[in-house]
């Protein structure tokens, strides 16, 4: 539901900025609607009537609340963020990028990252049942080169599998990381792969595929 107020000022302008300070908005994020013309009254002084006017706060977009959420945060932070958006198959993909060190927004293998992104979407789709999207939270690329890295651990275990025909259990990774490791090796015809342990524990196991 869109959140309206109406508020007085002594002219148009002034009964603007009244609602602008209620509301803690921009005058970007409103809309306002004049109910009232100010009027000066008999001799320009007596029975003159102030300025009334109607403000109401525009809805953002799920992607708006994503980049308003981000902005508000890294400002707190005293953080100056690039944010720059595509769309992608994965989802509505955001790539921070500062001056500023952001190996604080990665964290130990993304851990920190992951949950800055699970709290950017439910930012993005607060009140929403449809038309719900999936940001995927981005620093510098990490994500990318995180995936490359994924992809040549899952080749060279799979190597030390096969040479030595013993499984290999890997650290505990996270749901998308745990299925790049999966599609990384699924076309080996003499390697399997399996998920083992409970959240936030679970792991990939790598095996030699035994013949039935």
């Not at 790049?180 to 399997?192: C, F, G, S, V, Y």
């Amino acid at each position: 539901m869109t959140k309206t107020i109406e508020m007085s000022g002594k002219d148009i302008n002034e009964a603007k900025q009244n609602a602008l300070r209620e509301l803690d908005l921009s005058e970007d994020r409103v809309i306002f609607e004049v109910l009232e013309e100010p009027s000066k009254g008999f001799f320009g002084i007596i029975g003159g009537k102030g300025a009334k006017i109607r403000a109401s706060v525009k809805e953002l977009s799920p992607e708006e609340k994503a980049s308003e959420f981000l902005n508000k945060l890294f400002s707190t932070m005293g953080m100056d963020v690039d944010i720059n958006a595509k769309t992608t198959d994965y989802g509505y993909v955001l790539n921070l990028s500062s001056d500023d060190d952001m190996g604080i927004m990665i964290g130990k293998h993304g851990q920190t990252l992951d949950a800055l992104q699970y709290l950017t979407n439910l930012a993005a789709n607060k009140g929403l049942i449809e038309n719900r999207i999936h940001v995927v939270l981005d620093v510098e690329d990490y994500r990318e080169r995180r995936e490359d890295t994924l992809k040549h651990l899952a080749w060279r275990m799979a190597d030390k599998v096969r040479n030595h025909n013993r499984k290999i259990t890997l650290e505990p990774m996270n749901r998308h990381e745990r299925k790049i490791i999966h599609m990384a090796l699924q076309d080996e015809n003499d390697i399997t792969t399996y998920s083992d342990g409970e959240e936030p524990h679970r792991r990939i196991v790598i095996d030699v595929k035994r013949k039935k």
